[in-house]
């Protein structure tokens, strides 16, 4: 089907046959085109065995694991309900190009998760649009024109400054209270409630002029004053750490005029920030939250300095009895790597609610043992020709071939999501042979060296299939290792041109019925 959203006057024709079961292909974006009508109208002229485009084969697509998808999210929610707390569906980015909308109705319908987190506000409407009615956050900073739409679609926001404490709280009661969630930055300097200075930092300015007279011991002695935290004991109190002054004052007084806490966390500070904001007659305090910065196992000692910082402002919001409904500090490395530790996060949690915000896991974009990676990306070869040794190929003739070469095109490029930095080295897999790319990479192409006359390449035809990255190929984690960047930068990159295509679905899988599904 293509959609169930618009109805017609007088319309008589039969519906297009339901999506079957096996593959299924999402033609993102087609759902809310202008071309809709037409698209409808064109559904029932089409043979019943198959649907518009259903037997053209696509240029190139994402191939998506949904058994893998649900596989991580169940080892996900197993780790985070050791420590209390529930899994909260990072699905940012178009679920970090895995496609939102059908990622979340997975994640809700088959893994029974029901809070979902997003960057922008369009990002939380698309879901909306889908059918969603779960929680939905979003972590991006807001502005004042934006909180009507919040509160009439039931969405969340983040509180990252006390400029936008203050505007909330000067706002007269709307009909539907907005939900809020206050940011404290601990560590990542990103958004939110300054909660530290840098004299607590192991890196910070401070502390590296101080490294550079303490001969011998060094910089890294600086990490020694932070032990781990036994699990079932209390943690020990940090060395005294001496109080900030106010810029152009000799006073150790915050802002406020009270005595700050120790290694410089302005307690009273976000204490009175976050209950301003829970006592706002248009708000409903709704959480308070952090992002940990560094999450690499070797370096675990910072996850544990940024939780105690979060963990001071927690326990002076409740000593001066301001609940805190929920929690959410925990990210994928640290949750799945226990770098925080399930006790501590019970403590914290106490009475209320904790989630930890999983995106990358997800997806299988983490180096761990339980998690299986979701995304392949493949693209079709639509011609292949012969080259004599000699002769170049591409922009800029950068690929020369060193002998008779058979050189293949895919229908992929740049503007898919393919990185150009890839060109003259990417490898893909065809028909289960491993391939360099020839030239840079174009727009929409790319070119394949398939060898010498006579080699595994000579059995390339048009229409077959390359693995880029994923099954069948070099992985995902391979790929990105070799450009020194992130999984999610290749999959969010991945542009609407690729066709999202389904597959591994559960017995009962249902499809969304706001998307038109290729079966």
Request: proline content about 7%; some cysteine; overall charge neutral.
């Given at each position: 089907?293509?959609?169930?959203?618009?109805?017609?006057?007088?319309?008589?024709?039969?519906?297009?046959?339901?999506?079957?079961?096996?593959?299924?292909?999402?033609?993102?974006?087609?759902?809310?085109?202008?071309?809709?009508?037409?698209?409808?109208?064109?559904?029932?002229?089409?043979?019943?065995?198959?649907?518009?485009?259903?037997?053209?084969?696509?240029?190139?697509?994402?191939?998506?694991?949904?058994?893998?998808?649900?596989?991580?999210?169940?080892?996900?929610?197993e780790a985070a309900a050791k420590s209390g707390t529930r899994v909260m569906a990072v699905v940012k980015a178009d679920a970090y190009g895995h496609g939102a909308a059908?990622?979340?109705?997975?994640?809700?319908?088959?893994?029974?998760?029901?809070?979902?987190?997003?960057?922008?506000?369009?990002?939380?409407?698309?879901?909306?649009?889908?059918?969603?009615?779960?929680?939905?956050?979003?972590?991006?900073?807001?502005?004042?024109?934006?909180?009507?739409?919040?509160?009439?679609?039931?969405?969340?926001?983040?509180?990252?400054?006390?400029?936008?404490?203050?505007?909330?709280?000067?706002?007269?009661?709307?009909?539907?209270?907005?939900?809020?969630?206050?940011?404290?930055?601990?560590?990542?300097?990103?958004?939110?409630?300054?909660?530290?200075?840098?004299?607590?930092?192991?890196?910070?300015?401070?502390?590296?002029?101080?490294?550079?007279?303490?001969?011998?011991?060094?910089?890294?002695?600086?990490?020694?004053?932070?032990?781990?935290?036994?699990?079932?004991?209390?943690?020990?109190?940090?060395?005294?750490?001496?109080?900030?002054?106010?810029?152009?004052?000799?006073?150790?007084?915050?802002?406020?005029?009270?005595?700050?806490?120790?290694?410089?966390?302005?307690?009273?500070?976000?204490?009175?920030?976050?209950?301003?904001?829970?006592?706002?007659?248009?708000?409903?305090?709704?959480?308070?939250?952090?992002?940990?910065?560094?999450?690499?196992?070797?370096?675990?000692?910072?996850?544990?300095?940024?939780?105690?910082?979060?963990?001071?402002?927690?326990?002076?919001?409740?000593?001066?009895?301001?609940?805190?409904?929920?929690?959410?500090?925990?990210?994928?490395?640290?949750?799945?790597?226990?770098?925080?530790?399930?006790?501590?996060?019970?403590?914290?949690?106490?009475?209320?609610?904790?989630?930890?915000?999983?995106?990358?896991?997800?997806?299988?974009?983490?180096?761990?043992?339980?998690?299986?990676?979701?995304?392949?990306?493949?693209?079709?070869?639509?011609?292949?020709?012969r080259l004599e040794a000699g002769m170049t190929v591409g922009y800029d003739r950068s690929w020369i071939a060193p002998r008779d070469s058979v050189v293949a095109t895919?229908?992929?490029?740049f503007a898919d999501g393919y990185p150009r930095s890839l060109s003259n080295a990417g490898v893909v897999y065809i028909r289960g042979n491993k391939f360099v790319v020839?030239?840079?990479?174009?727009?929409?192409?790319?070119?394949?060296?398939?060898?010498?006359?006579?080699?595994?390449?000579?059995?390339?035809?048009?229409?077959?299939?390359?693995?880029?990255?994923?099954?069948?190929?070099?992985?995902?984690?391979?790929?990105?290792?070799?450009?020194?960047?992130?999984?999610?930068?290749?999959?969010?990159?991945?542009?609407?041109?690729?066709?999202?295509?389904?597959?591994?679905?559960?017995?009962?899988?249902?499809?969304?019925?706001?998307?038109?599904?290729?079966?």
């Open positions: 089907m293509l959609t169930t959203n618009t109805s017609y006057e007088n319309e008589t024709s039969p519906k297009p046959p339901a999506p079957q079961r096996g593959a299924a292909q999402l033609r993102d974006g087609w759902h809310h085109s202008r071309f809709q009508p037409y698209l409808k109208m064109l559904a029932p002229a089409i043979a019943p065995e198959a649907t518009l485009l259903g037997t053209v084969a696509p240029r190139t697509c994402a191939e998506i694991d949904v058994g893998a998808l649900i596989n991580n999210a169940k080892a996900c929610r059908v990622v979340a109705r997975v994640l809700h319908r088959h893994c029974g998760i029901d809070f979902f987190a997003v960057a922008t506000l369009p990002e939380a409407l698309e879901l909306r649009a889908a059918g969603l009615d779960c929680r939905v956050l979003v972590l991006g900073a807001s502005v004042p024109s934006e909180w009507p739409v919040y509160a009439r679609f039931d969405l969340e926001l983040v509180v990252e400054s006390k400029v936008t404490a203050d505007r909330l709280a000067a706002l007269q009661p709307p009909p539907k209270p907005i939900k809020a969630h206050v940011m404290l930055n601990t560590g990542m300097n990103r958004i939110g409630l300054s909660t530290f200075d840098s004299t607590t930092e192991t890196h910070g300015v401070k502390k590296i002029e101080e490294s550079r007279s303490i001969g011998k011991k060094g910089l890294q002695d600086l990490f020694n004053d932070l032990p781990p935290l036994p699990e079932s004991e209390t943690p020990p109190t940090p060395p005294q750490r001496p109080p900030l002054k106010r810029s152009g004052s000799g006073s150790s007084l915050g802002s406020t005029g009270r005595l700050q806490e120790y290694h410089g966390i302005l307690v009273d500070q976000a204490v009175d920030i976050v209950a301003m904001v829970a006592a706002a007659p248009a708000v409903e305090f709704a959480g308070l939250c952090t992002h940990m910065a560094d999450a690499q196992a070797n370096v675990h000692r910072y996850t544990q300095r940024q939780f105690k910082r979060f963990r001071d402002v927690v326990d002076a919001l409740r000593a001066k009895n301001v609940p805190v409904p929920c929690v959410h500090v925990e990210n994928s490395q640290t949750l799945l790597d226990a770098h925080v530790g399930p006790e501590r996060m019970r403590r914290l949690v106490g009475d209320g609610a904790g989630f930890c915000r999983v995106g990358g896991a997800l997806y299988g974009q983490r180096h761990h043992d339980v998690l299986k990676p979701v995304l392949s990306l493949k693209a079709q070869v639509r011609h292949v020709h895919l229908s992929i490029g020839a030239g840079k990479v174009c727009m929409d192409m790319v070119m394949v060296d398939l060898g010498a006359k006579g080699g595994p390449g000579e059995s390339v035809r048009v229409g077959d299939y390359a693995t880029l990255w994923g099954d069948g190929g070099a992985t995902l984690s391979e790929t990105a290792d070799g450009l020194g960047t992130a999984q999610s930068d290749l999959t969010c990159d991945l542009s609407r041109r690729v066709a999202r295509r389904y597959v591994n679905l559960p017995p009962d899988w249902r499809a969304p019925e706001d998307h038109y599904v290729i079966a």
